[in-house]
Each structure stands twice: as C-alpha cells, then as structure tokens.
C-alpha cells in the first residue's frame, strides 16, 4: 500500500462511513489523513492495521482501560471542539505507539450486536414452531446473539418477548408484514467462530467494546449484552464455519437451527458454497434450518425480493433455508431488516 492509497483509505473512511454517523470519528479519521508521522507508522505495520478501524479500536482500548482521561473525556463529549479531539488523537497515538503495535497486530477489528436478535427471534419462531432445537450461531464473535432467550425485544404494538427485567432491552420497529413474535425452545447455544471472543475475558471483553464506535449509542448496550452473556454462558468453541462445522453437527441429536448474521460475506465465495454443502450434508438423518441474516447477494439462492424503501440504510436480508435428507429442501426469504436491527419489514 503507498501513502496516498492510505491517506485516501481514511479520507473515504471520514467522508463515506463516519459522516453523519460518528462526527467523533469523522474528525479523527480526517485528523489522522493529515499526520503524515502517523502515516510512516502504519506503513511499516501489517496489512490488516491499515484499515481504520483498527487504529480506532486500539485507541479506543487505552481509553476504556482508563490510560488516557483526556482523550477520554473527549470521547465522553467533553472536547471542545471535534478539531481539537482529531490532534489530540494524533498526539496520543504518536506518544503510545510503542503500546499499540503489539494490540494492533494481535488484534483484528470485531464486531457483535445484540440488535440482531429482533431479526432471529421471528426468524426462529418461524422455522422451528415446535419441537426445541439446538442453536449453532457461526462468526459468533462474543456469542451476543446467543442471549437472546434472556434479552427483551420490543416490537411495539406487535407485542413483547424475553423477561421483562433483563437489563438487555432491544426495540425493532416492524415497519411492514407480520412477524411472529413467539418464543422459541432451545435446547442448546452454541457458537463457532475462528476467534471467539471470550465474555468472561476482560482483555477479549474490553476488546469488543473498544471496537464499537463511542459515539454512536451502542456501546452501553453491548457492556450489558457482554455482561449477560457472561452471566447466561454459551458453548463457545474455536473453530472454522467449513472445516469444523461437520464434526460439531454430527456430535448433536435432534433438530438444529444455524444463524449467520452478517458473518457469511467474511468467507470467500467457494467456502460459501462449501458452508452450504456441510449443512446439507449434515442434514442426512434430520432437519437442519440455517437463518441467514446477510446483506443482499451474500446468500445464493434465496428468492428475489426487492428491499423496502426504507431512508437511510440499505436493508439486509433475512433468509431461511431447510435442508433434509442430505439436501436443500425449501429457500425463503423471510424479509429485509436493519443491519442493527433497529427494523424490520417481514414478507409474510
Ligand atoms: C462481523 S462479525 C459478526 C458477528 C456476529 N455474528 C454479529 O452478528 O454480531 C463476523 C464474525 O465472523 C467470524 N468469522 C469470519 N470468518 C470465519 C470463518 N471462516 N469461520 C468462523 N468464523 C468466522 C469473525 O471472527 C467475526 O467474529
């Protein structure tokens, strides 16, 4: 990578994904395009620290173990002006930098919204209406997903799941169809992922909330998310969503519902399809239902659908396919959602 494509990565990253999202990282990120000291370290670290979120995760780390109050402060909405915070950022990371590289690359930027469950829970309550199943969620990151069960989730009008003192509560606005809004029986929680973060781990913990943007309101809810996935544990285990999956569905009796959400667009396409021959070919002697909850054309195969028109976010798809007797029986797709889950419009 030369220095201009970097300086364009984050000039891109200010304008296209921070702007009117986080000022708090718009500022930042055009801070850091212009520190050309900052930019010769990044050259000289790995690929993968290129990207900006991983410098903003690692700064952010420093900040959450309450090293640098002043940049604290400004992350809690005390700067004086967004500027000010952009030097003050350049400033610190230049004086840390001997504490970030090794956190930068051991590191990669991950992701885990509680949200989602708004967009599994009709999911499930749709394919698997009777019997409990087992719950297989891969590219589960902290497994925040697998909580669903102890979480509230609001629906509005269209009415109200989970025990109503968790300290999760999730609101979704079902802006179109009618989505069941029933429990669902779980016999088991299990979550693969390549590098599962640990709830129970401060360092893994810390981690994922340093990768969540300060300023945009979900830093709070994934620290009561990671507490109650500590609190309520999940099967958790290292492993690839291809290579592993066969062994983990063999060793589990009975109908088994797979979730991915937003986590099959981090395989190639060939391990895509790979992902789907496994969960057929584990489907010999049962059911298998896999929810995929994915951005459009992640997903082969599903029904074409056109997404509502709904300002603001590009909807993603929520899909649901059963494959039985070693094969795909039935593709559907169940409707669009907000990535976060913040909506929902159900096709049915
Ligand atoms: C964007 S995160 C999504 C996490 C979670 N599903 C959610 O919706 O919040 C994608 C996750 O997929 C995992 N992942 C990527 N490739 C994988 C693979 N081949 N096998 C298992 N997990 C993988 C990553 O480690 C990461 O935790």
């Given at each position: 990578m030369t220095r201009e494509e970097l300086v364009a990565g984050w000039r891109w990253f200010a304008e296209r994904e921070c702007r009117g999202y986080s000022p708090l990282y718009e500022a930042i990120s055009t801070a850091v395009a212009a520190s050309t000291e900052l930019h010769e370290r990044l050259l000289a670290c790995s690929n993968h620290v290129r990207q900006p979120n991983m410098l903003l995760a690692a700064m952010h780390d420093l900040v959450l173990r309450g090293e640098e109050p002043d940049l604290g402060a400004h992350y809690g909405g005390a700067a004086p002006t967004v500027a000010d915070t952009g030097h003050l950022f350049v400033e610190t990371a230049l004086r840390r930098w001997e504490d970030l590289v090794p956190v930068l690359e051991a590191r990669r930027t991950q992701t885990n919204e509680v949200g989602r469950i708004a967009v599994l829970a009709p999911a499930l309550a749709t394919v698997a209406p009777h019997e409990p199943v087992t719950l297989i969620d891969v590219g589960t990151s902290a497994g925040l997903t697998l909580t669903l069960p102890h979480c509230r989730?609001?629906?509005?009008?269209?009415g109200v799941l989970g025990p109503p003192g968790s300290p999760v509560c999730v609101e979704c606005a079902v802006l179109g169809g009618n989505p069941p809004v029933r429990p669902t029986a779980i016999r088991r929680r299990i979550g693969l992922d390549r590098r599962p973060l640990g709830p129970n781990d401060p360092d893994d913990a810390r981690w994922l909330l340093a990768c969540t943007w300060p300023d945009t309101g979900r830093l709070e809810r994934t620290r009561a998310a990671l507490a109650l996935a500590a609190a309520h544990p999940s099967d958790l285990r290292t492993g690839d969503a291809v290579t592993d999956l066969p062994a983990l569905l063999t060793a589990i009796d009975g109908p088994i519902v797979v979730t991915t959400t937003w986590a099959l667009a981090y395989l190639p396409e060939d391990a895509r399809a790979a992902f789907?021959?496994?969960?057929?070919?584990?489907?010999?002697?049962?059911?298998?239902?896999?929810?995929?909850c994915e951005a459009?054309?992640?997903?082969?195969?599903?029904?074409?659908?056109?997404?509502?028109?709904?300002?603001?976010?590009?909807?993603?798809?929520?899909?649901a396919t059963t494959f039985r007797n070693g094969t795909t029986v039935e593709r559907t797709t169940l409707g669009h959602a907000h990535p976060h889950g913040r909506w929902l419009w159900w096709h049915r």
């Amino acid at each position: 990578m030369t220095r201009e494509e970097l300086v364009a990565g984050w000039r891109w990253f200010a304008e296209r994904e921070c702007r009117g999202y986080s000022p708090l990282y718009e500022a930042i990120s055009t801070a850091v395009a212009a520190s050309t000291e900052l930019h010769e370290r990044l050259l000289a670290c790995s690929n993968h620290v290129r990207q900006p979120n991983m410098l903003l995760a690692a700064m952010h780390d420093l900040v959450l173990r309450g090293e640098e109050p002043d940049l604290g402060a400004h992350y809690g909405g005390a700067a004086p002006t967004v500027a000010d915070t952009g030097h003050l950022f350049v400033e610190t990371a230049l004086r840390r930098w001997e504490d970030l590289v090794p956190v930068l690359e051991a590191r990669r930027t991950q992701t885990n919204e509680v949200g989602r469950i708004a967009v599994l829970a009709p999911a499930l309550a749709t394919v698997a209406p009777h019997e409990p199943v087992t719950l297989i969620d891969v590219g589960t990151s902290a497994g925040l997903t697998l909580t669903l069960p102890h979480c509230r989730i609001d629906f509005g009008d269209r009415g109200v799941l989970g025990p109503p003192g968790s300290p999760v509560c999730v609101e979704c606005a079902v802006l179109g169809g009618n989505p069941p809004v029933r429990p669902t029986a779980i016999r088991r929680r299990i979550g693969l992922d390549r590098r599962p973060l640990g709830p129970n781990d401060p360092d893994d913990a810390r981690w994922l909330l340093a990768c969540t943007w300060p300023d945009t309101g979900r830093l709070e809810r994934t620290r009561a998310a990671l507490a109650l996935a500590a609190a309520h544990p999940s099967d958790l285990r290292t492993g690839d969503a291809v290579t592993d999956l066969p062994a983990l569905l063999t060793a589990i009796d009975g109908p088994i519902v797979v979730t991915t959400t937003w986590a099959l667009a981090y395989l190639p396409e060939d391990a895509r399809a790979a992902f789907v021959d496994v969960l057929a070919a584990g489907s010999a002697d049962r059911r298998i239902s896999w929810i995929s909850c994915e951005a459009p054309g992640v997903v082969d195969g599903l029904p074409q659908i056109d997404p509502p028109d709904v300002a603001g976010t590009s909807a993603s798809v929520v899909g649901a396919t059963t494959f039985r007797n070693g094969t795909t029986v039935e593709r559907t797709t169940l409707g669009h959602a907000h990535p976060h889950g913040r909506w929902l419009w159900w096709h049915r």
